[in-house]
């Protein structure tokens, strides 16, 4: 997969020993895990030798919320996408997005309606409808996003800090005047709510290193992965013995 979305064979090697770690913790399809992976690295410029990092953020934040890992891998090539036009990249808009999941995922009936949500406010945000509805408030949004970024913050947080502050704490009133869509309403709710928690856990998602690895060993104890890796072993000498000593090792392994 990572080679037909145009990854070098030095980045695809470099990435599949933590999706295949991820997707081993997580009990997720190793392709949908190499969606997730390709696209920080492709949307959010996070670098190969830090996509697991990347992939711890996603993993804390799945532990800390109703958001999980493996339902993130079906939703970030989108939401990723829809970043890059607020300028996040990184390991630490990574953290960003997912806490911003697993606040939306309180105000939304299915994991994948808060990811749809989420990706309303995200190119919600800088459409021309909201944009001349945020300067009937005397606010440039494309300034705010500027602010944001030279402070080295969090768009997703500076812009709902504009959006209460604007709105007098969220007024519904208010805010229908600056979103049209419904969608984009239904994320920002819960986060003019729940701010704090989505510091949080993004905090707690950038502090991350080593949950998948932690994870991973903690599944190869189980009786199924044992079996798992078993079969593997026993593939792996199929491959590499032929058939000569198959007949042989045939009986051995009945044994």
């Known amino acids: 997969f990572l080679l037909g979305m145009g990854a070098s064979e030095e980045a695809s090697l470099g990435m599949s020993g933590p999706i295949g770690k991820a997707a081993t913790a997580y009990r997720a399809a190793t392709e949908e895990m190499a969606k997730s992976a390709f696209a920080v690295h492709d949307n959010l410029k996070v670098p190969v030798e830090e996509v697991a990092l990347a992939l711890d953020a996603?993993?804390?934040a799945g532990k800390e919320g109703g958001f999980e890992l493996r339902d993130m891998a079906n939703e970030f090539p989108e939401i990723t996408a829809a970043a890059q036009s607020l300028g996040m990249t990184g390991?630490?808009?990574?953290?960003?997005?997912?806490?911003?999941?697993?606040?939306?995922?309180?105000?939304?009936?299915?994991g994948a309606e808060a990811a749809t949500n989420l990706k309303a406010f995200l190119n919600n945000l800088v459409s021309r409808e909201t944009i001349a509805n945020f300067k009937k408030f005397g606010i440039s949004v494309t300034e705010e996003l500027d602010a944001a970024a030279k402070a080295g913050g969090s768009p997703v947080e500076h812009m709902i800090g504009v959006i209460d502050k604007a709105t007098k704490g969220g007024k519904a009133d208010l805010l229908a005047k600056l979103f049209g869509r419904k969608e984009a309403l239904q994320f920002i709710r819960p986060m003019l709510q729940n701010t704090r928690e989505y510091v949080r856990i993004r905090n707690e998602a950038?502090?991350?290193?080593g949950t998948v690895e932690r994870d991973y060993e903690r599944r190869l104890q189980t009786h199924g992965a044992r079996l798992q890796k078993f079969r593997a072993s026993i593939d792996n000498l199929n491959i590499s013995l032929g058939t000569v000593l198959l007949p042989g090792l045939g009986r051995v392994i009945d044994a």
Do not use: F
């Open 58 to 60: 996603m993993a804390k």
């Open 91 to 110: 390991v630490k808009s990574v953290a960003d997005l997912t806490a911003a999941l697993e606040v939306a995922r309180k105000g939304a009936g299915t």
């Open 206 to 209: 950038l502090a991350a290193q």
